[in-house]
């Protein structure tokens, strides 16, 4: 099993930034790859970004590409997200979630790769 707790959310004005943190414990946290997806009001939860298991690789949505960073200290059990720039489309609960090394990088983008996840955490962008 893994726990994992996300951290850092709150309320920003367009054009700040924000950096949530995800702690993990439990089984071996470097094994496993990790992601960020989010959830509007209304909306399907969606890929925001994902790390491999050795940091190595990162994905990102195109929403949030060159504006968001994805990355994980392994000896801490913890993966970031470093948000910049952000706008109104960006407020969601974030979510933190792991899962195991896929067979394809193109399964990092969907839930169903992904086994745990944590409560979330409330972002919200003020106009």
């Known amino acids: 099993q893994v726990q994992l707790v996300e951290s850092g959310g709150g309320l920003v004005q367009a054009g700040g930034s924000l950096r949530l943190s995800c702690a993990a414990s439990g089984r071996t946290f470097g094994s496993y790859i990790k992601g960020w997806f989010r959830q509007a009001p209304g909306k399907e939860r969606e890929f925001v970004a994902a790390?491999?298991?050795?940091?190595?690789?990162?994905y990102y949505a195109d929403s949030v590409k060159g504006r968001f960073t994805i990355s994980r200290d392994n000896a801490k059990n913890t993966v970031y997200l470093t948000m910049i720039s952000l706008n109104s489309e960006d407020t969601a609960v974030y979510y933190c979630a792991a899962g195991s090394i896929p067979r394809t990088s193109s399964s990092y983008y969907y839930t169903s790769q992904y086994t745990y996840w944590g409560q979330g955490t409330q972002v919200t962008v003020s106009s």
């Open positions: 790390i491999s298991w050795s940091g190595g690789s990162t």
